[in-house]
């Protein structure tokens, strides 16, 4: 996994005029946090962590004022919702051989068997713990020939060297559905038995 750096300074300003002042700069008001520090808050570039966020559980490594070098991965984004643009972000600090847990993103591979049969994801991201700056990006399925009735179990889904589950082995993370046939409208199988007659 790549690490994505990014410049931020520390912010004192604080509250919603604070926050709209940043945004309106084209910067995210953001915490750091964790291994029993105090939260640091900090602005950071909008573009560079909307960038950096597109990959799931983006390794950051922050140069904060210039001064201190840190590791942080993602644990709260909050967007606009109708903009879409970032408006909040928490970051986890984390180091180099610390095990986290974190979600990956579950890609499904192959064609269901014949039928119309129809794909849950009932996980869509899988639970995993994951050395810090090895967390993969997804993990990939084969749904190929599963027919209605069959499951994915999350014992099933192979990982990389150094993931482990944490999640429950038999927690179902896909399973596959009969197509459901439309029924007629109530009263239209009379009438058609009516103009049959």
């Given at each position: ?76 984004v909050q967007r606009d919702a109708i903009k879409g643009f970032l408006e909040h972000v928490d970051l986890q600090l984390v180091k180099r051989g610390e095990k986290v847990s974190v979600e990956i993103p579950v890609h499904t591979e192959g064609e269901l068997a ?84």
């Open positions: 996994m790549s690490e994505v750096k990014i410049s931020a300074v520390t912010r004192t300003e604080f509250g919603k005029g604070a926050a709209r002042r940043i945004r309106r700069d084209n910067k995210v008001p953001g915490v750091l946090y964790g291994h029993g520090s105090d939260p640091l808050h900090l602005t950071l570039p909008g573009h560079d962590l909307l960038l950096a966020l597109r990959t799931p559980n983006v390794l950051i490594s922050l140069d904060i004022d210039g001064k201190t070098s840190e590791l942080a991965i993602p644990k709260s014949p039928g119309g049969n129809l794909l849950e994801h009932v996980l869509n991201a899988l639970p995993v713990e994951a050395e810090a700056t090895h967390i993969p990006e997804s993990v990939s399925v084969s749904v190929e020939g599963l027919e209605a009735g069959a499951s994915v179990l999350a014992k099933d889904i192979t990982l990389p060297n150094g993931v482990t589950l944490a999640v429950e082995e038999d927690a179902v993370v896909l399973q596959v559905l009969a197509a459901q046939a439309e029924e007629a409208p109530e009263g239209a199988a009379e009438e058609a038995a009516e103009a049959a007659e």
